[in-house]
């Protein structure tokens, strides 16, 4: 999922008993207008994401460790934000992308081997490029990724080589 799709899920939005996170609206930020929701991209953006054994207990922690803010901020008629940055608030896309940025420069200042330029957007690129050296079908990354064309999914998130393909 996007970054700004991941910023706008809400409680109602993940369902721990049918392991499933239901896509359908990103939460962005422009200086002049604020915080708002606006729909996916496109269609296809909206979608209901299984959640694999590892993503159901990252969610379900995330779900019980989620502290209650004094005030649930309200946004566009949306509240229960899953995602809270230290004063409360619903953590917007850039300040997510912040805290991966600090996470790697903490990590190189401890660890001799670094580690590259990681992004959430970067994460989206191996989560795609992984699931298809797995087996997955473009098609199912297709919905899964939530493109509308196919050949988005297949050119421009799936990074295979030679070695892959010789496998």
């Known amino acids: 999922m996007t970054k700004a799709e991941f910023c ?12 499933t996170i239901n896509v359908n609206h990103q939460l962005q930020y422009v200086g002049n207008k604020g915080k708002y929701i606006e729909k996916t991209k496109t269609e296809a953006g909206t979608r209901v994401l299984p ?3 590892e993503v159901y207990a990252a969610f379900k922690r995330v779900v019980q460790n989620r502290k209650k803010p004094k005030v649930e901020e309200m946004i566009d008629g949306y509240t229960g934000f899953l995602f809270l940055d230290r004063r409360g608030k619903p953590m917007m896309p850039y300040q997510w992308e912040k805290r991966f940025q600090h996470t790697v420069e903490k990590y190189n200042k401890i660890y001799r081997v670094q580690l590259p330029k990681i992004t959430p957007h970067v994460c989206r690129h191996t989560f795609c490029t992984n699931a298809a050296k797995r087996g997955i079908s473009v098609e199912t ?8 064309d196919i050949s988005v999914t297949s050119n421009v998130y799936t990074h295979l080589k030679l070695e892959d393909a010789q496998r």
């Open 8 to 19: 706008g899920l809400t409680l109602k939005d993940i369902d721990l008993e049918k392991r």
């Open 51 to 53: 959640m694999s054994d």
């Open 141 to 148: 990354l297709k919905y899964l990724m939530g493109h509308t």
